[in-house]
């Protein structure tokens, strides 16, 4: 045996245990990746939704605003990406600013309406559930008024219903949204009112696919934590915008 082949022969432990080693690796931990929502809403305009096991972030770019929620506890951190500020909170805590100037732009509540049917479906290649709401009919005032005529007796709604994020979480996605509360993670609404004029309250621009980023769900170490959410909106506008954030 000359010296190459002892060399060789020295070396294969060693290369067998790498090749072990790698093909044993945990899956998620080499193909772990976050869903990316590009959504518009009535509410907040552009936004974007990423989902991940590890956490779920919810930003409105136009306002430099951000929230995360991340596991065990799932806190509500709610961030202004310019100011650099931050406020944190149990979900059960949050109390956002009420804005009295919403009521007329959007007299009809599609949260109050409560399913009639759903059945599952698929939107733009994503699996989800497709909800038909109603407005019950004791709080339906389909009179002569303005505002009778403009309030959402129907809807259409698309959800994800995600086991991997408990209700509250999935709860104050649907409340980011204005919608339906206890059908899952929001993609598309549509909505009618008593003149049977539809708006598209909700809609899904795209979505992809991206390698997670732990830092995605973290707040950055140079912000600073302020003591209640309306520091962290930076003028009225910001204000106004996220009066029904999570309500």
């Known amino acids: 045996m000359n010296k190459r082949t002892l060399t060789v022969s020295a070396a294969l432990p060693a290369l067998l245990c790498l090749s072990f080693s790698l093909l044993c690796a ?55 990406l310019q100011r650099k500020v931050y406020y944190e909170c149990t979900p059960a805590a949050w109390r956002p600013q009420m804005s009295s100037a919403t009521v007329f732009f959007r007299p009809g509540d599609p949260g109050a309406l409560v399913p009639a049917s759903s059945a599952e479906s698929t939107i733009q290649g994503l699996k989800c559930r497709r909800y038909l709401l109603k407005l019950p009919a004791s709080q339906n005032s389909s009179g002569t008024h303005t505002w009778e005529q403009l309030l959402v007796k129907t809807a259409e709604l698309y959800a994800i219903d995600d086991n991997n994020y408990p209700k509250v979480v999935k709860t104050i996605l649907a409340k980011n949204f204005g919608t339906y509360r206890d059908a899952g993670i ?34 950055p170490k140079d912000f600073k934590r302020v003591k209640t959410g309306p520091e962290v909106t930076s003028n009225q506008s910001d204000n106004e915008g996220f009066s029904e954030f999570i309500r």
């Open 186 to 219: 929001p993609l598309v609404l549509t909505c009618t009112n008593n003149r049977n004029e539809i708006s598209k309250e909700l809609r899904l621009s795209s979505h992809s696919t991206t390698p997670f980023k732990a830092g995605d769900f973290l707040v």
């Open 26 to 80: 945990p899956a998620g931990q080499a193909e772990e990746n976050a869903l990316v929502l590009k959504q518009w809403s009535f509410l907040n305009g552009a936004t974007q939704l990423t989902l991940s096991k590890k956490g779920v972030r919810f930003e409105v770019p136009g306002r430099h605003l951000a929230m995360i929620m991340a596991p065990p506890v799932w806190n509500v951190q709610f961030l202004n």
